[in-house]
């Protein structure tokens, strides 16, 4: 309608429908290269920089508390 709604591709190669940018400035218009990673996608890698060593990661794991 708008332009408010854009599709935006995916590592998986498919599509996912997302929120434009809301910034308009003529001249200039927005890319919308990748979607996000799925969700929990990065948590192994973020609490290992946090410090959790690799067994802490899967207790964490083991006792449900990851997604």
Known sequence: ARG???DVPTAEG???CQMA???RIDGWQ???RQAGGA???D???ILHALGYSGSDVARLGEAG???
């Open 4 to 6: 408010w709604v854009v």
């Open 39 to 41: 969700v929990g996608s």
């Open 43 to 45: 948590t192994q890698a």
């Open 21 to 23: 940018c809301p910034i």
């Open 30 to 32: 927005a890319e919308y």
């Open 65 to 67: 508390v990851l997604g």
């Open 14 to 16: 498919g599509s996912q």
